[in-house]
T-cell receptor
Framework: SQTIHQWPATLVQPVGSPLSLECTVE??????LYWYRQAAGRGLQLLFY??????ISSEVPQNLSASRPQDRQFILSSKKLLLSDSGFYLC????????????FGPGTRLTVT | GDSVTQMEGPVTLSEEAFLTINCTYT??????LFWYVQYPGEGLQLLLK?????DKGSNKGFEATYRKETTSFHLEKGSVQVSDSAVYFC???????????FGTGTQLKVEL
């Protein structure tokens, strides 16, 4: 069976500090990978998605970047965090073909102070 | 562009009441449709899905039918429990299937 991991689970960082969130998927090959942000009490905002190693599509201009150094690893980064970067970050994966459902990780709660 | 519209929440029900959460989608292409559930502090879990018109998705007592004529995918459950309290998201496939478009979510609170 497939499993998706995210870490850390929670993170408190000062404004201006760097960020690195990691997501890994087990039990599948060549997945599509996604990063979402969920602000408190609000819906999901797609930040980045990737259909292969080194292939990143950005959905929203922002202070963040994403990388996919390995097939099942997806990293979300920032050089300098802003207060507005606070939120709940979710990683998800889907199969390249099929019925398009996405499977989500447990999330990382980021608070920028 | 593609969009999904859900009813505003929160929805508050007594235990064993009937649940309906409305969802409509833009009728572009032939999307797959999904319902996800999110419990506090957790990621989203796929609840059910339907891939073509008239399909009925079901899981854990929840049901939703893909209605092409009304572009709807309403979530229903005959008897809710306190443990069903969560936020429910409706979604449709988009971008050739590489992405999902989500509704804004509907919070459900079930009281004893």
């Amino acid at each position: 069976s497939q499993t998706i991991h995210q870490w850390p689970a929670t993170l408190v960082q000062p404004v201006g500090s760097p960020l690195s969130l990691e997501c890994t998927v087990e039990g599948t090959s060549n997945p599509n990978l996604y990063w979402y942000r969920q602000a408190a009490g609000r819906g999901l905002q797609l930040l980045f998605y990737s259909v292969g190693i080194g292939q990143i599509s950005s959905e929203v201009p922002q202070n963040l970047s994403a990388s996919r150094p390995q097939d099942r690893q997806f990293i979300l980064s920032s050089k300098k965090l802003l207060l507005s970067d606070s939120g709940f970050y979710l990683c998800a994966w889907s199969r390249r073909q099929g019925t398009y459902e996405q499977y989500f990780g447990p999330g990382t709660r980021l608070t920028v102070t | 562009g593609d969009s999904v519209t859900q009813m505003e929440g929160p929805v508050t029900l007594s235990e064993e009441a009937f649940l309906t959460i409305n969802c409509t989608y833009t009728a572009t292409g032939y999307p797959s449709l999904f319902w996800y559930v999110q419990y506090p502090g957790e990621g989203l879990q796929l609840l059910l899905k339907a891939t073509k018109a008239d399909d009925k998705g079901s899981n854990k007592g929840f049901e939703a039918t893909y209605r092409k004529e009304t572009t709807s995918f309403h979530l229903e459950k005959g008897s809710v429990q306190v443990s069903d309290s969560a936020v429910y998201f409706c979604a449709r496939s988009t971008g050739g299937g590489n992405k999902l478009t989500f509704g804004t979510g509907t919070q459900l609170k079930v009281e004893l």
